[in-house]
């Protein structure tokens, strides 16, 4: 959990370095609403967030740059936003990557 919670926030930090750069939308795409739940892919390379404003997040790490730079915690140079996905009515309360990385499977309160 603590991992993914320090993952989030390096995303959220890149996304605000983002749109004080003035960068296209998809780099700067921050989870807003609380998130419910998260979770990363078998290779360590992709993390994802529910959150209650009825969308997923998914980004990339970094995971090369990381141990480069010996960094225990993801930094906002580590992540880059991959996709912002939408769709779901009612708040997403899991997130869970397929073992090949290749799927996303959310789930909501849509019922």
């Known amino acids: 959990a603590a991992a993914v919670?320090?993952?989030?926030?390096?995303?959220?930090?890149?996304?605000a370095?983002?749109?004080a750069a003035g960068l296209p939308s998809e780099d700067r795409d921050a989870p807003q609403g609380a998130m419910l739940c998260a979770g990363f892919s078998a290779s360590g390379e992709l993390f994802s967030c529910g959150t209650t404003m009825c969308k997923s997040h998914v980004w990339s790490l970094d995971v090369a740059a990381m141990v480069k730079a010996s960094a225990a915690v993801p930094q906002p140079q580590h992540v880059r936003t991959v996709q912002q996905v939408g769709?779901?009515?009612?708040d997403v309360v899991s997130v869970v990557?397929?073992?090949?990385g290749g799927f996303l499977l959310t789930a909501s309160r849509d019922g």
């Open 5 to 15: 919670a320090a993952a989030v926030r390096a995303a959220q930090a890149a996304a």
């Open 97 to 100: 990557f397929s073992h090949s």
């Open 87 to 90: 769709g779901h009515l009612h």
């Open 17 to 19: 370095e983002a749109m």
